[in-house]
Structure formats: structure tokens, C-alpha cells
């Protein structure tokens, strides 16, 4: 048996390990400056949803006033036809009974 030591890994000692450092620390603050500005526009765009939507609630809120009003109307204005179709169907009735009895007399 030898009594040298072998060694499987040497240390590199060809670049400083703070400047390694520094490196990534300004790699890592790059990135979180761009996630920084990535999530500005989201949330830019997130508002700008918000206030879409809320707009889009508020319109939905005013038709759905108009159309209960035109609802409301409509039901009217059938009630007002079907008064009206009753007193021409007894007008007609009438009508039909008068010309009848006239035929008879003739």
C-alpha cells in the first residue's frame, strides 16, 4: 500500500468566489426587477378589468330597470287589448243578432 493521498476534487482557485457571489446577487436583483415590473402591468391590467366589469354591472343593472318597465308596460297594454278585443267580439255580437233579426223581418 502507498501512504500518498489522492485527492478526487481540487478547489479552483482561478476565480474569487465573491465576485461569484456578486454575480448572482445582481443576476437574482435583475430578475426580481423585471418580476417587479411584469406584476405592475398585471396589476394595471387587473384594474383596468375591475372598472370594465363594473361598468358592465352598472349597464346590466339599467337595462334590467328598462326592461321590467317595458314589462310592466307590456302588461298594460295587454290588458287595454284584451278589454277592448271583448267589447268588439260584443259589438259584433250584437251586431250578427241585429242583422239576423233583420233578415228575418225581410
Known sequence: MTSSKSYKYVKLDTEPSTS????????????????DENLE?????VRVL?????QIGFEIEE???MLDDLNADLDSTQAK???VMNK???VMHM?????ASMRSFS
Open 88 to 90: 268588439m267580439g260584443k
Open 41 to 45: 402591468k398585471i396589476g394595471a391590467n
Open 63 to 65: 337595462q334590467s330597470i
Open 20 to 35: 461569484f457571489a456578486s454575480r448572482t446577487i445582481e443576476q437574482q436583483e435583475l430578475i426580481i426587477k423585471s418580476q
Open 81 to 83: 287589448m284584451a278589454t
Open 50 to 54: 375591475r372598472d370594465m366589469s363594473a
Open 95 to 99: 251586431s250578427a243578432g241585429k242583422e
